[in-house]
């Protein structure tokens, strides 16, 4: 074979090589749902903003490190007043990612009291940043994003639970 041959050759595997899309750095990962949980334990809960608003959320609870590890992720929404709830078997400072979570999220930090330590608001979804307010706690509740904004929850609110936590 010649060299004009090997060079059209050439050129003709680099053009099919880029028309099929080669990425210059890896892909991101895919999210492939893994077979749907049992239904998980609910409950509700009530948050009292300082200013004595009341709002309630119907939550998931988990408990299990099952249940934690999974956590909202896969979910392509979530209702403006439900969420999931951690709970913690002690009180200590928690971080946390949205690896697999397709959604931004609240995250509420509770401490021990039920008082609300810290707030990270709108998380961003798909990332493994870690999340963590600085703040020990024993309880996280995690909600749509912005909703701490929307209904005046900031640090210092507090958290009730209303049923279903034994």
Not at 122 to 145: F, I, K, M, S, W
Request: hydrophobic fraction near 50%; charged fraction near 20%.
């Amino acid at each position: 074979m010649t060299a004009a041959p090997r060079r059209a050759r050439a050129a003709a595997l680099l053009l099919a090589l880029l028309s099929t899309g080669c990425p210059a750095s890896p892909p991101p990962p895919v999210l492939a749902a893994p077979s749907a949980p049992a239904t998980a334990p609910t409950a509700r809960v009530e948050l009292v903003t300082a200013a004595g608003a009341r709002h309630e959320v119907a939550v998931e609870l988990a408990r299990t490190d099952a249940e934690q590890a999974r956590g909202l992720m896969f979910r392509s929404a979530l209702a403006e007043d439900a969420g999931m709830l951690f709970i913690f078997p002690d009180t200590a400072r928690r971080a946390f990612w949205m690896k697999n979570t397709l959604i931004p999220l609240d995250m509420l930090f509770v401490d021990e009291a039920g008082v609300v330590a810290g707030i990270v608001r709108e998380a961003t979804p798909l990332t493994l940043e870690q999340r963590d307010p600085g703040v020990p706690c024993r309880y996280v509740l995690e909600v749509r994003g912005g909703w701490a904004a929307r209904h005046d929850v900031a640090p210092g609110a507090r958290l009730r639970i209303l049923q279903g936590v034994r």
